[in-house]
């Protein structure tokens, strides 16, 4: 056993020169009291300056929010002068080129306009481009524009005989819907696209195109189906078929059965108004 002269010189090389307690302590069970002892709560006193903080304004929940929280109205604004002042569908679509006001013009890479005959009886409206109608700057080109053409040609039409375009001119990224300030600042475009084109008959393709056209606020699979109108800025009415999109039936092909009726509908429609 070495004695207490050695264990102190010990202590001494371990660095441990520094006396603390007469007795030993244990402090793991210190340690494990003051784990389980309930903190204290910190009193804080207010300093010489301190101001009581005013409440916060609630926040408006999202279903309660005004049409001025949405849209920029001076990019609508802007977009009514830019579409009225165009005479022709040439001139809307430089006046859309030129436009700035979207910011789906900035991820995509081509404006895409329109496809088919400007001149033709029957116009069909979409949603917005896709990847490939993005790249090519046509739309309807991708498979839901392959189905389309052969439901057109199931009726007796090819782009030679219809219009096609879509209320959003530019592919959101991702695919993604369009934003209601997005359709808000497309929609003088669309518009006077439509009565430029004038055509005779209008087939909404999909949910949004058809409530963009209609103003109506019901699903895709309870609007379909039923004719409906709408009005240009000149006052002419324009009968509306809208019609399950052809990327949904790509999805669900148990639903093209009534987006034939639908089709047949249109035909005989078509076919009483050039007749």
Same mark, same amino acid.
């Given at each position: #056993?070495?004695?207490?002269?050695?264990?102190?010189?010990?202590?001494?090389?371990?660095?441990?020169?520094?006396?603390?307690?007469?007795?030993?302590?244990?402090?793991?069970?210190?340690?494990?009291?003051?784990?389980?002892?309930?903190?204290?709560?910190?009193?804080?006193?207010?300093?010489?300056?301190?101001?009581?903080?005013?409440?916060?304004?609630?926040?408006?929940?999202?279903?309660?929010?005004?049409?001025?929280?949405?849209?920029?109205?001076? @990019?609508?604004? #802007?977009?009514?002068?830019?579409?009225?002042?165009?005479?022709? =569908?040439?001139?809307?679509?430089?006046?859309?080129?030129?436009?700035?006001? /979207?910011?789906? @013009?900035?991820?995509? @890479?081509?404006?895409?306009?329109?496809?088919?005959?400007?001149?033709?009886?029957?116009?069909?409206?979409?949603?917005?481009?896709?990847?490939?109608?993005?790249?090519?700057?046509?739309?309807?080109?991708?498979?839901?524009?392959?189905? =389309?053409?052969?439901?057109?040609?199931?009726?007796?039409?090819?782009?030679?005989?219809?219009?096609?375009? &879509?209320?959003?001119?530019?592919?959101?990224?991702?695919?993604?819907?369009?934003?209601?300030?997005?359709?808000?600042? /497309?929609?003088?475009?669309?518009?006077?696209?439509?009565? =430029?084109? &004038?055509? @005779?008959?209008?087939?909404?393709?999909?949910?949004?195109?058809?409530?963009?056209?209609? &103003?109506?606020?019901?699903?895709?699979?309870?609007?379909?189906?039923?004719?409906?109108?709408?009005?240009?800025?000149?006052?002419?009415?324009?009968?509306?078929?809208?019609?399950?999109?052809?990327?949904?039936?790509?999805?669900?092909?148990?639903?093209?059965?009534?987006?034939?009726?639908?089709?047949?509908?249109?035909? #005989?429609?078509?076919?009483?108004?050039?007749?």
């Amino acid at each position: #056993m070495p004695n207490l002269r050695e264990l102190l010189h010990f202590y001494s090389e371990a660095g441990v020169d520094t006396p603390l307690e007469d007795l030993p302590v244990d402090r793991f069970s210190q340690v494990e009291a003051k784990r389980i002892a309930p903190a204290a709560p910190v009193q804080r006193a207010p300093g010489p300056q301190q101001q009581p903080e005013s409440p916060q304004p609630s926040q408006p929940a999202p279903s309660t929010l005004t049409r001025a929280t949405v849209p920029d109205d001076a @990019k609508i604004a #802007m977009a009514r002068q830019l579409a009225s002042s165009a005479a022709t =569908l040439e001139e809307l679509r430089e006046q859309l080129g030129a436009f700035d006001g /979207c910011n789906l @013009k900035f991820t995509a @890479k081509n404006l895409v306009f329109a496809d088919g005959n400007p001149n033709a009886s029957i116009m069909f409206v979409g949603e917005a481009p896709g990847r490939e109608e993005d790249l090519e700057g046509v739309p309807f080109i991708g498979r839901s524009g392959q189905l =389309l053409d052969r439901m057109l040609a199931a009726i007796g039409l090819d782009r030679t005989s219809a219009y096609i375009a &879509n209320t959003i001119p530019w592919r959101p990224p991702g695919n993604r819907t369009p934003t209601p300030l997005e359709t808000e600042i /497309c929609r003088p475009f669309f518009e006077r696209q439509i009565e =430029l084109a &004038n055509p @005779k008959l209008l087939v909404a393709l999909g949910g949004p195109a058809a409530k963009a056209l209609t &103003n109506a606020t019901e699903g895709i699979l309870r609007l379909r189906g039923n004719w409906k109108s709408h009005s240009t800025a000149s006052g002419i009415e324009i009968p509306v078929m809208p019609t399950l999109h052809p990327a949904y039936l790509l999805r669900n092909a148990a639903q093209k059965r009534f987006a034939w009726r639908d089709f047949v509908s249109v035909k #005989m429609r078509l076919r009483a108004l050039t007749e």
